[in-house]
């Protein structure tokens, strides 16, 4: 299964976009409730998400930080099968940032039910960079 590749172009420099992704405190505001978080090599975090009926608890473990430019972890369910990777990469373009967000590994849920099929995180992923994080970063 190819991986999902989600793009947009950012109205905010880079170094804005990046305190939003790492910064535990502007997370809440625009991505999940984590009870900690610190963009380095090898931390492991957890978080609580999902829909109305059924909350799933994601276990995630950072795998690869370069300031300003990108941020990769694991990404997997407690109690269910599967792991993947997710990888936020930005690019300045000028006073803007374009964010790439891949996650890869998604045929590995395969088994785990219904809520895991790939257009559900197509769906996930494009409202959580192109609304929330979006809606974050480009308020004044």
Request: with cysteine.
């Amino acid at each position: 299964m190819a991986p999902i590749i989600i793009e947009y172009l950012l109205n905010a420099p880079t170094e804005k976009v990046w305190a939003a992704l790492t910064d535990n405190d502007q997370m809440k505001q625009w991505y999940f409730e984590l009870p900690e978080f610190k963009p380095y090599l090898g931390f492991e975090f957890s978080f609580k998400g999902g829909n109305e009926d059924r909350v799933y608890t994601h276990l995630c473990k950072i795998t690869e930080v370069v300031p300003a430019k990108k941020l990769a972890h694991t990404w997997r369910y407690q109690g269910h099968e599967g792991d993947s990777l997710v990888t936020f990469e930005l690019f300045p373009e000028g006073d803007k940032t374009r964010i790439t967000l891949t996650h890869e590994g998604l045929e590995t849920f395969a088994n785990s039910g219904p809520d895991f099929v790939k257009e559900n995180f197509i769906a996930g992923w494009t409202h959580i960079i192109g609304t929330s994080l979006k809606g974050f970063v480009e308020k004044p």
